[in-house]
């Protein structure tokens, strides 16, 4: 069920979300947070940047997109995700305990299982327990000018929507009790540049796990770890596994504190398909490979580029999972990651 400012929501029973996440985004409470979370600066965090001091030198824990992770205050500091243009960036945070679960939702698809997930490793989430959520990302991706021009159906563009509309959903016919506290999404989250195409606002959330405060937050290469090739090949050939079908990517232990990145196999067609993309020039990459061509960060071709380069040079996943194992890191002293070996995680 759904609390917005302390009060029962109530729901429209003629529908399958839609309505109710219209009523939403015009209710004067959240239309106020909504104001006041546009208000505040983007941080912006690498390790390069002094001024990232804060997250760099502190415990923090980022998310692809399609995986999430439930972290403990006393051992995370921070957890955040970026890169979610027309994905979602859903924050579930228990008031009782503080334990916080983040997640970057890609497709309606993965709503209902992905909650499951999340909510599975909160600690007790009964009638009785209060939990407040925090969405953001997700823009009026069927505005774009290039497809209004050339005649494209918005039907083809429109991905935010549907996705916001599962979650909301979902957290509305569920018995615990969802405080929605932020609700920057669609028309809140949505600007035009000087052509005229719909592009997000933030695209990024982090949230500082003692408090719950959320802000709007991007990453750089230096952030995005452990393993971020890998787990970012992982999107594409989880399509293909059927261990994880409609289900988030498990990525996290929150009781150790360490990356456990579950295995996830990838086919020789994906393999070929990589060789073919990588021939493609930057403008077509861009537009094969993205749902919001217009709004990606400069760095998504480069970062298409990386992953393409891993598979075609380890085509057989079984080497990169070996012994079809997790591949484990734990934090080391300087607040890095290190690899944990299998032959050392067995010993263990």
């Given at each position: 069920?759904?609390?917005?400012?302390?009060?029962?929501?109530e729901?429209?029973?003629?529908?399958?979300?839609?309505?109710?996440?219209?009523?939403?985004?015009t209710?004067?409470?959240?239309?106020?947070?909504?104001?006041?979370?546009?208000?505040?600066?983007?941080?912006?965090?690498?390790?390069?940047?002094?001024?990232?001091?804060?997250?760099?030198?502190s415990?923090?824990?980022?998310?692809?997109?399609?995986?999430?992770?439930?972290?403990?205050?006393?051992?995370?500091?921070?957890?955040?995700?970026?890169?979610?243009?027309?994905?979602?960036?859903?924050?579930?945070?228990?008031?009782?305990?503080?334990?916080?679960?983040?997640a970057?939702?890609?497709?309606?698809?993965?709503?209902?299982?992905?909650?499951?997930?999340?909510?599975?490793?909160?600690?007790?989430?009964?009638h009785d327990?209060?939990?407040?959520?925090?969405?953001?990302?997700?823009?009026?991706d069927?505005?774009?000018?290039?497809?209004?021009?050339?005649?494209?159906?918005?039907?083809?563009?429109?991905?935010?929507?549907?996705?916001?509309?599962?979650?909301?959903?979902?957290?509305?016919?569920?018995?615990?009790?969802?405080?929605?506290?932020?609700?920057?999404?669609?028309?809140?989250?949505?600007?035009?540049?000087?052509?005229?195409?719909?592009?997000?606002?933030f695209?990024?959330?982090?949230?500082?796990?003692?408090?719950?405060?959320?802000?709007?937050?991007?990453?750089?290469?230096?952030?995005?770890?452990?393993?971020?090739?890998?787990?970012?090949?992982?999107?594409?050939?989880?399509?293909?596994?059927?261990?994880?079908?409609?289900?988030?990517?498990?990525?996290?232990?929150?009781?150790?504190?360490?990356?456990?990145?579950?295995?996830?196999?990838?086919?020789?067609?994906?393999?070929?398909?990589?060789?073919?993309?990588?021939?493609?020039?930057?403008?077509?990459?861009?537009?094969?490979c993205?749902?919001?061509?217009?709004?990606?960060?400069?760095?998504?071709?480069?970062?298409?580029?990386?992953?393409?380069?891993y598979?075609?040079?380890?085509?057989?996943?079984?080497?990169?999972?070996?012994?079809?194992?997790?591949?484990?890191?734990?934090?080391?002293?300087?607040?890095?990651?290190?690899?944990?070996?299998?032959?050392?995680?067995?010993?263990?």
């Open positions: 069920m759904i609390f917005v400012g302390g009060v029962l929501f729901r429209n029973s003629t529908n399958q979300g839609n309505c109710d996440l219209v009523a939403l985004m209710h004067p409470v959240l239309v106020s947070a909504s104001l006041s979370f546009k208000a505040i600066p983007e941080k912006k965090f690498s390790t390069s940047d002094a001024s990232s001091d804060e997250l760099t030198k415990k923090h824990v980022y998310l692809f997109q399609r995986e999430y992770a439930t972290v403990d205050p006393m051992l995370v500091d921070f957890i955040g995700t970026d890169e979610a243009t027309t994905c979602v960036g859903i924050v579930i945070r228990n008031r009782n305990n503080g334990m916080t679960s983040v970057h939702l890609d497709s309606p698809k993965i709503v209902d299982l992905g909650l499951s997930q999340m909510l599975s490793k909160l600690g007790d989430c009964g327990t209060e939990l407040d959520v925090h969405l953001i990302g997700g823009f009026e069927n505005l774009d000018k290039h497809t209004e021009q050339t005649g494209g159906s918005s039907e083809q563009k429109d991905h935010s929507f549907p996705l916001c509309a599962k979650i909301i959903k979902a957290l509305g016919k569920s018995v615990v009790k969802f405080h929605i506290q932020t609700l920057f999404v669609l028309g809140h989250n949505t600007r035009k540049d000087t052509a005229g195409n719909a592009l997000p606002i695209s990024g959330v982090l949230v500082e796990t003692r408090t719950g405060t959320v802000i709007p937050a991007t990453f750089d290469q230096t952030t995005r770890c452990p393993d971020e090739i890998v787990r970012r090949i992982r999107i594409s050939g989880s399509f293909m596994d059927s261990r994880w079908r409609n289900k988030l990517l498990e990525t996290y232990d929150t009781q150790t504190d360490r990356f456990i990145i579950a295995p996830c196999s990838w086919s020789s067609r994906l393999v070929r398909m990589a060789s073919f993309l990588q021939q493609f020039p930057d403008s077509e990459v861009l537009r094969t993205s749902t919001s061509p217009f709004a990606e960060a400069p760095d998504f071709v480069h970062n298409q580029r990386r992953q393409w380069d598979l075609i040079q380890h085509p057989n996943w079984k080497e990169t999972f070996q012994m079809e194992e997790a591949r484990i890191f734990t934090r080391s002293a300087s607040g890095g990651w290190i690899m944990v070996e299998p032959a050392h995680e067995a010993a263990d």
